[in-house]
T-cell receptor, first 111, second 112 residues
Framework: QKEVEQNSGPLSVPEGAIASLNCTYS??????FFWYRQYSGKSPELIMS????GDKEDGRFTAQLNKASQYVSLLIRDSQPSDSATYLC???????????FGSGTRLQVQP | SQTIHQWPATLVQPVGSPLSLECTVEGTSNPNLYWYRQAAGRGLQLLFY??????ISSEVPQNLSASRPQDRQFILSSKKLLLSDSGFYLCALGASDNSPLHFGNGTRLTVT
C-alpha cells in the first residue's frame, strides 16, 4: 500500500511568518508531486506541482522536493489569515494513474 | 478552459435508498475521470477511475459502482446506501496520465 504521510496539525503561525508544511511518501518510484489547499466545506484546489529535486517558487509559495529522502515540503511566506486551510500533499501513483493523498495538515494563521 | 459540473451540491438520503451522482466535464476530450470520497475530518479516498468510455477501475468495490456512458460523463451509483457512505464525494479530471487533478465542487452526502 503506497502511503503519503502528513502531520495533521493544527500548525499555528502568526500573520507574516513563514509556514512550513511537510510530507513524506513511501513509493520511491514516484515522480510527480502536488500540493492542494482545501478550505472548510470546499473542494481541494491545486496550488503547486513539482517534478524535479530542488525548489520551485510561485509567488509566496515554495515547494521543495527531495526524492532521495522521499520528502516534499511547502513553504508559505508572509502568511495571511486567508491562508488558513487544510493543505493536502498528493503523489501520483503511475500504476493506477491516480493521486494518493495525505490526510492533510490544518494551518491556522493568527492575525 | 476545463470545467467540471457536479450535482447535487448536498443530498440527504435514508439508509437503503439508491444513489446516483453525476459528473460532467467541458473543455477537454478523452480525460481521465475520478471519484474520490472524503469522510468527515479525513483524507481523500480514491473510489473509481476511468481512462475512457466504459473503462472503470474500482478501488473500493463495496456497495458502490461507477459508469462512464459518454466521454465527458462519469456516474457514481449505489443500489442501497449504508450509513458509512456518508461523506463528501468529489469528481476529478486529469487531462493526461501525469497531470494534476482538478476537482469539481463536490456533493455532500448524508445517509440517515
Amino acid at each position: 500500500q503506497k502511503e503519503v504521510e502528513q502531520n495533521s496539525g493544527p500548525l499555528s503561525v502568526p500573520e507574516g511568518a513563514i509556514a512550513s508544511l511537510n510530507c513524506t511518501y513511501s513509493d520511491r518510484g514516484s515522480q510527480s508531486f502536488f500540493w492542494y489547499r482545501q478550505y472548510s466545506g470546499k473542494s481541494p484546489e491545486l496550488i503547486m506541482s513539482i517534478y524535479s529535486n530542488g525548489d520551485k517558487e510561485d509567488g509566496r509559495f515554495t515547494a521543495q522536493l527531495n526524492k532521495a529522502s522521499q520528502y516534499v515540503s511547502l513553504l508559505i511566506r508572509d502568511s495571511q489569515p486567508s491562508d488558513s486551510a487544510t493543505y493536502l500533499c498528493a503523489v501520483l501513483d503511475t500504476g493506477r494513474r491516480a493521486l494518493t493523498f495525505g490526510s492533510g495538515t490544518r494551518l491556522q494563521v493568527q492575525p | 478552459s476545463q470545467t467540471i459540473h457536479q450535482w447535487p451540491a448536498t443530498l440527504v438520503q435514508p439508509v437503503g435508498s439508491p444513489l446516483s451522482l453525476e459528473c460532467t466535464v467541458e473543455g477537454t476530450s478523452n480525460p481521465n475521470l475520478y471519484w474520490y470520497r472524503q469522510a468527515a475530518g479525513r483524507g481523500l479516498q480514491l473510489l473509481f477511475y476511468s481512462v475512457g468510455i466504459g473503462q472503470i477501475s474500482s478501488e473500493v468495490p463495496q456497495n458502490l459502482s461507477a459508469s462512464r456512458p459518454q466521454d465527458r460523463q462519469f456516474i457514481l451509483s449505489s443500489k442501497k446506501l449504508l450509513l458509512s457512505d456518508s461523506g463528501f464525494y468529489l469528481c476529478a479530471l486529469g487531462a493526461s496520465d501525469n497531470s494534476p487533478l482538478h476537482f469539481g465542487n463536490g456533493t455532500r452526502l448524508t445517509v440517515t
